[in-house]
C-alpha cells in the first residue's frame, strides 16, 4: 500500500505540476489584455489593439494546452483517489462543478469572440470580451483554491451516520479566510508570470532591434504592473498567508523553517540544509529574533518547533518543503528587486537602452514559473501528512484497487504525450514571437522613439 500510495502522490504532482505550467499565463495575461484594451479604448491607437491580438493568440494557445492538461486531473479524483472523492465528493464537488459550469464556460466563450468577433463587437464590446475573459479565468482559479483552501482548512461541514463528509454551510466553504488569502496570493504570482512573459518578449524585440515600438509597450506593462506585484505578493498576502499557517498548521511552519526545537526570540533562517535525522539545521544563515517578529510582532514570542509535536503530524518530505519554501521566498524577493529597478529605470527614461536590464528581463522569465511551482510545493507538501487537515489522512485517500504498476504504466503515458505537448507548446510559441505582433508593418529606429513617446 505504501508503494501504491507514492506512485499516486507522485502521478498527481507530475500531472499538475505541468498542467500549472499553462493556466498560470492566462490567468496572468488576462489582466494585461484588459490593460491594452483599455489603453486602445481610451486612445483609439490601433498600435495596443494589435499588441492586444498578439497577446491573445499567446493567451489561446496556453488556454487549448491548459484544457487538455486539466481533464486528466479531474478523471484521477475517480481514478487515484476514489476513497477521498466518495468520502469528500458532497464537498470539493460544490466548487469543483462550479468552476466547470459557470468559469469555465464563461472564459472559453468569450475568448472565442474575443480571438475572433473584434470587426463585429466593435471597440467597446471587444473591450467587455476581453474583461469576461479575464473575470471567467479569475473565477475559475479562486473555485480551484476554494477547493485546495477547504483541504487546507475545512469549514462549512459535517460528519455524517456514514462517515462521509457533506457540507453544512455553503458560504463557509465558499468565503474560507484561507481561500481568500490563497487566492489572492495565487493570483498576483500568476500576474508576476505574465508580467515577466510580456516583459521579456518586449526586451527580446528591442535587444534584436525588431518590432521595438511594440517591445516598449510591453516592457512597459510588464514593469509597471509586475512591481506592484511583486510588492504585494509580500505583503499583504505571503504576510498574512503565513499567519494562517503559523495559527492553523504549527508543525509545517516548523518545518518550513528548519526549526526542530521551540525558541522565543526564533530566528528567521535564510539559509541551511535540515538534518531530520540529527533534528538540527546545518550551516544555518540566520536573522536573530525575526521568526517570532514576523510570525506573532514580537521579537521574544516562543516559536514551536517539530520537537513539539508527535512526529505522525510531521510533514513526510521536511527536506523538499524546506527548500520549496525558501527557493519560492528567494526568487520573490529577486522580483522585488528586478520590478523595483526596471520600474526606476523606466521612470528615469533610460530602462529602454539599458540593456543589461533588459537582458534580466529576458533571462527572469522562467523564474515565475519556478517560483510559482515551489510554492504550490510548500502549500501541499505542508499539508501532509493529511489530505484533508485533521480529518482524513493521505494514505487513507487512495483507490485501494489500483496497485502501483497500473499508477506507473497511466504516469509513463501521462509523461510521453506531455512531452509531445510540450514540443508542440513550445513551437507555438516560438512562432509567434517570430511572427511578432505586426508582421507586416515593423517601425524600427527613430520611428519606434517616436511612436512610443506617446
Known amino acids: 500500500m505504501g508503494q501504491a500510495l507514492d506512485v499516486h502522490?507522485?502521478?498527481?504532482?507530475?500531472?499538475?505540476?505541468?498542467?500549472?505550467?499553462?493556466?498560470?499565463?492566462?490567468?496572468?495575461?488576462?489582466?494585461?489584455?484588459?490593460?491594452?484594451?483599455?489603453?486602445?479604448?481610451?486612445?483609439?491607437?490601433?498600435?495596443?489593439?494589435?499588441?492586444?491580438?498578439?497577446?491573445a493568440r499567446i493567451f489561446g494557445i496556453n488556454f487549448a494546452l491548459g484544457v487538455v492538461t486539466g481533464i486528466p486531473m479531474e478523471f484521477q479524483f475517480g481514478t487515484n483517489w476514489a476513497a477521498f472523492s466518495k468520502a469528500a465528493g458532497g464537498v470539493i464537488g460544490q466548487t469543483l462543478a462550479m468552476e466547470g459550469v459557470f468559469s469555465f464556460f464563461l472564459e472559453s466563450s468569450f475568448l472565442g469572440l474575443f480571438l475572433f468577433g473584434e470587426k463585429r463587437l466593435g471597440r467597446i464590446g471587444h473591450w467587455v470580451a476581453a474583461f469576461l475573459v479575464f473575470l471567467g479565468s479569475w473565477l475559475s482559479g479562486y473555485l480551484i483554491v476554494a477547493t485546495d483552501a477547504?483541504?487546507?482548512?475545512?469549514?462549512?461541514?459535517?460528519?455524517?451516520?456514514?462517515?462521509?463528509?457533506?457540507?453544512?454551510?455553503?458560504?463557509?466553504?465558499?468565503?474560507?479566510?484561507?481561500?481568500?488569502?490563497?487566492y489572492a496570493h495565487n493570483m498576483l504570482g500568476a500576474v508576476q508570470t505574465g508580467c515577466f512573459v510580456m516583459a521579456g518578449v518586449g526586451a527580446f524585440y528591442l535587444l534584436t532591434k525588431r518590432d521595438e515600438f511594440y517591445g516598449r509597450t510591453f516592457v512597459r506593462a510588464g514593469v509597471l504592473v509586475g512591481a506592484i506585484v511583486a510588492i504585494l505578493q509580500l505583503f499583504p498576502t505571503g504576510d498574512m498567508q503565513g499567519k494562517l499557517v503559523a495559527y492553523n498548521q504549527q508543525p509545517t511552519l516548523a518545518a518550513m523553517e528548519g526549526l526542530f526545537e521551540s525558541q522565543e526570540g526564533a530566528p528567521l533562517a535564510i539559509l541551511g540544509q535540515p538534518d531530520v535525522e540529527k533534528r538540527k539545521l546545518d550551516n544555518p544563515l540566520e536573522i536573530p529574533n525575526m521568526l517570532s517578529f514576523l510570525t506573532y510582532k514580537q521579537w521574544r514570542a516562543n516559536v514551536k518547533g517539530l520537537s513539539d509535536f508527535p512526529q505522525t503530524e510531521w510533514p513526510d518530505q521536511i527536506p523538499l518543503l524546506y527548500y520549496s519554501y525558501h527557493v519560492m521566498v528567494g526568487l520573490g524577493t529577486i522580483f522585488i528587486a528586478v520590478m523595483v529597478l526596471a520600474a526606476l529605470l523606466l521612470?528615469?527614461?533610460?530602462?529602454?537602452?539599458?540593456?543589461?536590464?533588459?537582458?534580466?528581463?529576458?533571462?527572469?522569465?522562467?523564474?515565475?514559473?519556478?517560483?510559482?511551482?515551489?510554492?504550490?510545493?510548500?502549500?501541499?507538501?505542508?499539508?501532509?501528512?493529511?489530505?484533508?487537515?485533521?480529518?482524513?489522512?493521505?494514505?487513507?485517500?487512495?483507490?485501494?484497487?489500483?496497485?502501483?504498476?497500473?499508477?506507473?504504466?497511466?504516469?509513463?503515458?501521462?509523461?510521453?504525450?506531455?512531452?509531445?505537448?510540450?514540443?508542440?507548446?513550445l513551437f507555438l510559441i516560438y512562432r509567434e514571437i517570430e511572427l511578432g505582433p505586426d508582421p507586416g508593418n515593423r517601425p524600427t529606429g527613430e520611428d519606434a522613439i517616436v511612436l512610443a513617446a506617446d
Open 150 to 182: 477547504w483541504m487546507q482548512h475545512p469549514t462549512g461541514y459535517r460528519i455524517a451516520a456514514n462517515g462521509a463528509i457533506e457540507l453544512s454551510n455553503f458560504w463557509e466553504l465558499l468565503l474560507n479566510k484561507w481561500a481568500l488569502w490563497q
Open 347 to 425: 521612470w528615469r527614461g533610460k530602462l529602454y537602452d539599458s540593456r543589461w536590464m533588459l537582458w534580466t528581463l529576458m533571462v527572469c522569465v522562467p523564474l515565475p514559473y519556478i517560483a510559482n511551482t515551489a510554492g504550490w510545493m510548500t502549500a501541499e507538501l505542508g499539508r501532509q501528512p493529511w489530505l484533508i487537515y485533521g480529518l482524513m489522512r493521505t494514505a487513507s485517500g487512495i483507490s485501494p484497487r489500483v496497485a502501483a504498476g497500473n499508477a506507473w504504466f497511466t504516469m509513463i503515458g501521462f509523461m510521453g504525450m506531455y512531452t509531445v505537448l510540450a514540443i508542440l507548446w
Open 9 to 55: 502522490r507522485l502521478q498527481f504532482a507530475f500531472t499538475v505540476t505541468f498542467h500549472y505550467i499553462f493556466p498560470q499565463l492566462t490567468m496572468g495575461l488576462a489582466l494585461l489584455l484588459v490593460y491594452l484594451k483599455t489603453k486602445a479604448l481610451r486612445t483609439g491607437d490601433e498600435h495596443y489593439n494589435l499588441a492586444a491580438r498578439f497577446w
